[in-house]
């Protein structure tokens, strides 16, 4: 029976695709090298590991929204599901591979998102929690499958530098906010009545009277 070990080799932007894409080579490995594997139908769970790395002073005051004051980190700063993925790697004998396509969003409802948005430098530690099934060649040649064992797992420290070169690919010198219907029809009818031509301005209208209002 196959006994696979993984690692993730490197990590880059896929430029041109429909939405925000990261490739993550994933290798992969048997502890068998004469055993035929016919491919493998791979899936990972990617967390976020928070706590594996530090943090400036300005990034900690970017993520207070996630995780509070940082005198409180200790008990709030804990793994973070980011995302799942799965990709298919084709047949090899000892050694194979395949590119992990990973979608991103630049919604800032989501956690991961905040956290990615909120570093200014430096890496971000991630672990890739991996499952599926291995299709290889059994007595005779026929086929057969095994569970890929859920002890399988990879670090991988993603460069901030990576996130946001793929960002600006995608969105260069933009940020998304999603907002409830009600909320958006209120910066409508605010960017109307005081004739406002776009939605930049209109924000900028707001911070200035709220920036205004505390300074009284």
């Known amino acids: 029976m196959p006994d696979l070990d993984f690692r993730v080799e490197s990590a880059a932007a896929v430029p041109f695709a429909a939405t925000p894409r990261l490739a993550f080579r994933i ?3 048997n502890a068998n090298a004469e055993e035929s594997i016919y491919s493998v139908a791979l899936r990972a769970q990617i ?27 200790g008990q709030t700063l804990r793994n973070m599901l980011w995302t799942e993925a799965a990709a298919t790697i084709p047949a090899f004998l000892g050694a194979g591979g395949v590119e992990m396509q990973v979608p991103c969003t630049f ?19 991630l672990c890739f929690l991996f499952s599926g099934a291995v299709y290889y060649a059994g007595e005779g040649g026929a086929q057969q ?26 969105y260069p010198n933009t940020a998304w906010l999603c907002l409830r219907r009600d909320v958006f029809e209120r910066l409508y009818q605010y960017k109307v009545r005081h004739g406002i031509a776009t939605w930049e301005a209109a924000l900028e209208s707001i911070l200035t009277e709220c920036e205004e209002a505390l300074k009284q």
Not at 49 to 66: F, N
Not at 149 to 168: I, N, Y
Request: glycine residues 4%.
């Open 27 to 29: 290798a992969a490995t």
């Open 107 to 125: 919604d800032f409802n989501v956690a991961a998102t905040k956290y990615f948005h909120a570093l200014g430098n430096g890496e971000i530690p």
């Open 145 to 170: 499958v095994a569970p890929i064992s859920w002890s399988k797992e990879a670090r991988f420290r993603l460069p901030v530098a990576t996130w946001r070169e793929m960002m600006d690919l995608y």
């Open 47 to 73: 967390q976020i590991e928070t706590p594996r790395r530090r943090y400036s002073a300005e990034e900690q005051e970017h993520l207070l929204d996630l995780f509070g004051e940082p005198e409180r980190w």
